[in-house]
Nanobody, 113 residues
């Protein structure tokens, strides 16, 4: 499944963004979904994962600042709430179902003064 990421933008440090990951007809509650960040010239890095039971895991650099959750009402999306953003959070963010080889277009996040 090819997901559609959205919600990126240009923000200042300590501000917030919420990224969305959506795919019409996809049952997000039954899937393991991960978010990755890629900086130009570097490999994609894992950021966070949510499993069917709702448990989440985060890379150390975003713990306490990022929150990954599902749209429980619609089951049509997952969201990555990013608070207290830092310049090092800058990059293109992608969501992917565990085991998939498909990538969407990503959402660009720039954190800068």
């Amino acid at each position: 499944v090819k997901f559609v990421e959205s919600g990126g933008g240009l923000v200042r440090p300590v501000e917030s963004l919420r990224l969305s990951c959506a795919a019409p007809g996809f049952a997000f509650s039954e899937a393991i979904i991960a978010w990755y960040r890629q900086v130009p010239g570097q490999a994609r890095q894992w950021v966070a994962t949510i499993v069917p039971g709702g448990d989440t895991r985060y890379t150390d650099s975003v713990k306490g600042r990022f929150t990954l959750y599902r749209d429980v009402a619609s089951n049509a999306a997952v969201y990555l709430q990013m608070d207290n953003l830092k310049p090092e959070d800058t990059g293109d963010y992608y969501c992917q179902e565990y085991g998939s080889t498909s990538w969407g277009e990503g959402a660009q996040v720039t954190v800068s003064l």
